[in-house]
Nanobody
Framework: VVQLAESGGGSVQTGGSLRLPCLVS?????????????VGWFRQAPGKEREFVAI???????HYSDSGEGRFTIAQEKDTSSMLLQMTALSPEDSGVYYC????????????WGQGTQVTVST
């Protein structure tokens, strides 16, 4: 069973950067997927619904939200044990809890969530 553990959250000022690793365990890796699931990132700001941020699909293509495009980069560690989210040019609107998720590829169905890591961007 795929298990996910995020880290790397913290507080930064506007314009700063953060690197969020998601450690993936308990999987069989094949073709960019973990037990057949694609791993990506979501976030949830206070009072808002959880939203999609980025994902690596089963063909190795990256997909981003409109707000993350050009600023965020999702990448898989070469040993496949971690899915990284590199965030740059952060603004207060990027604040929230960031979750790693294992989603059935090419669907909206999330099977497993990580515990989340807090990101706070101040002015």
């Amino acid at each position: 069973v795929v298990q996910l553990a995020e880290s790397g959250g913290g507080s930064v000022q506007t314009g700063g950067s953060l690197r969020l690793p998601c450690l993936v365990s308990g999987y069989t890796y094949s073709g960019y997927t973990y037990d057949g699931y694609c791993v990506g990132w979501f976030r949830q700001a206070p009072g808002k619904e959880r939203e999609f941020v980025a994902i690596l699909d089963n063909e190795g293509n990256t997909h981003y939200s409109d707000s993350g495009e050009g600023r965020f980069t999702i990448a898989q560690e070469k040993d496949t044990s971690s899915m990284l989210l590199q965030m740059t040019a952060l603004s207060p609107e990027d604040s929230g809890v960031y979750y790693c998720a294992a989603r059935l590829c090419n669907t909206e169905r999330v099977r497993t969530w990580g515990q989340g890591t807090q990101v706070t961007v101040s002015t």
